[in-house]
């Protein structure tokens, strides 16, 4: 178990530094070629136009690209896009086993200063709501930003999101 955790954090440090880069070339290296799903966004963003050649700045936020396949028994993803180096956030939410959450609970592991119980439900089942047949089970997210110093930082959090609440959060 805490080794496939340690393979999902990987996962989301390495997906930080191609979401958040604004310039650096976002190509998978193809060697999952048999996808499940790839698609590419083909909808204009409202949320800043990355314009910015600076490959440590993204002045805007967009997913340009999507992918994922499963190889030995390991799901990867690829997100081809840039993050906006404000500390806006990518959520990653993944179902890949029984049980799961189709409204978010508000007693999760308490992960990023309190951002996945915020989504959840306050007793009043006003929780992020997923489509019918969707009970994500893990959540993943990535920030990056600049600190006050003008150092670029990067950030990923991850928890399992478990039918009853609580679970591993990290």
């Known amino acids: 178990m805490e080794r ?3 393979k999902t954090f990987a996962l989301a440090c390495t997906a930080t530094t191609v979401l958040c880069a ?32 600076d490959p440590g700045l993204a002045i805007g936020s967009e997913l340009n690209f999507g992918s994922a396949t499963v190889a030995n028994g390991n799901l990867y993803l690829f997100l081809g896009g840039n993050l906006e ?16 959450q189709n409204r978010l609970r508000g007693d999760n592991s308490d992960v990023d200063f309190g951002g996945l119980n915020r989504m959840g439900d306050d007793g009043s089942g006003n929780g992020l709501t997923f489509d019918v047949g969707f009970e994500a089970d893990m ?7 600049v600190d006050a110093d003008g150092a670029m930082e990067f950030f990923a959090n991850y928890a399992e999101l478990r039918t009853d609440g609580g679970g591993y959060g990290g």
């Open 85 to 100: 180096t404000n500390f806006n956030k990518l959520e990653v939410f993944i179902d890949c086993r029984e049980g799961g």
């Open 4 to 6: 496939d955790q340690m």
């Open 22 to 53: 604004s310039a650096m070339s976002q190509v998978t290296d193809g060697q999952y070629e048999n996808t499940l799903a790839g698609t590419i966004q083909n909808t204009s963003t409202s949320f800043g136009n990355n314009d910015n050649p």
């Open 139 to 145: 959540w993943i997210t990535i920030t990056c930003g």
